[in-house]
């Protein structure tokens, strides 16, 4: 979902209550997602008991179906928006999956204070984000791309 801006710089999901965007993504993820996820799982070529992150896990709903097929590995799901944890965490214990743990952050939550060793970071959903900050970045004197 992108972040689409409306007047008074709202966007789209602060506009979309979380309990919604859950039962829309659940939905769709059920139709679309499922083949994407295999493809995923092959393309970061790692093993069934490594470390993933998401990065903008949102509902959790990727990163439990990551989970749920790799029963060994250890799934972190981060977001920076309390709610969709607390929906993500609310999936995880309607779906059973134990080897998911879903934080409150962003990309920069592991920094030097909490520094992770993972084998793979994953992120669907956060594109725009980037493209802001390479955009930022790249207006900006003190860094060339």
Request: charged share 25%.
């Amino acid at each position: 979902m992108t972040n689409i801006q409306f007047e008074h710089g709202r966007n789209l999901l602060s506009i979309i209550p979380a309990d919604r965007f859950n039962q829309l993504f659940r939905q769709h993820f059920q139709k679309e997602y499922q083949d994407f996820i295999t493809l995923v799982i092959k393309e970061l070529n790692v093993d069934y008991d490594d470390r993933i992150v998401e990065i903008g896990c949102r509902t959790g709903w990727v990163s439990l179906e990551i989970a749920r097929r790799m029963p060994d590995a250890q799934i972190i799901g981060l977001d920076s928006d309390e709610r969709f944890i607390r929906i993500a965490q609310q999936n995880q214990e309607k779906e059973k999956i134990d080897n998911v743990q879903f934080i409150v952050g962003g990309a920069d939550y592991f920094n030097e204070s909490k520094p992770q060793a993972f084998d793979a970071v994953i992120s669907f959903k956060i594109f725009h984000q980037i493209i802001f900050i390479i955009f930022y970045f790249s207006i900006s004197d003190n860094f060339n791309l």
